[in-house]
């Protein structure tokens, strides 16, 4: 995993990515040999920081999972199903068929999170 600080750092050539994104042709297995570009922030500033993002594939997740993060923001469009960014990549990983061992291990609401979403 690489971390990029918005606005400070730019970006490398994202060719081989798929950018997580709401509203999107669904991720697959067939995403697997691609990268996974999660943007984290505020709904208001992903959308800023989506705007300088160098263009790429977009891919979103299935509708229906729920998040397990007490979600306090007033922007985001459904609270209930804006899922946290470690819980949207724990589900990229699952779908695409990669290891997913450890990645929700320091995250205080992994139990709630699998038990909501029968994972």
């Given amino acids: 995993m690489r971390f990029f600080s918005y606005p400070k750092e730019s970006l ?3 060719d081989s990515y798929v950018l997580l994104k ?3 042709k669904p991720l697959s297995k067939e995403d697997r040999d691609r990268g996974i570009f999660l943007i984290d922030g505020t709904w208001r500033y992903a959308a800023a920081m989506e705007k300088k993002s160098p263009k790429m594939v977009a891919r979103s997740l299935p509708t229906g999972f729920k998040t397990a993060y007490p979600r306090r923001q007033t922007l985001c469009p459904d609270p209930e199903f804006g899922l946290a960014s470690i819980e949207a990549l724990y589900l990229a990983y699952l779908i695409t068929g990669r290891d997913t061992d450890g990645l929700l291990d320091d995250y205080y609401w992994k139990q709630d999170f699998l038990r909501i979403n029968d994972l």
């Fill in 12 to 14: 490398p050539s994202m």
């Fill in 22 to 24: 709401v509203g999107a």
